[in-house]
């Protein structure tokens, strides 16, 4: 095996390959993105 896998399964980190360009297909990014953006507007609102 690899470095970088036996490093990953030692910490038991989980990760799943998608395209850089189609963050589309990371629901779980695209979900936090969004409320974040939801939270936060507020304060950008008025704080600038």
Partial sequence: MSLYKDYTKYLEVHYTLSSAYHSQANGLTERTIRQNTT????FFLMYG
């Fill in 39 to 42: 939270k936060y507007k507020p």
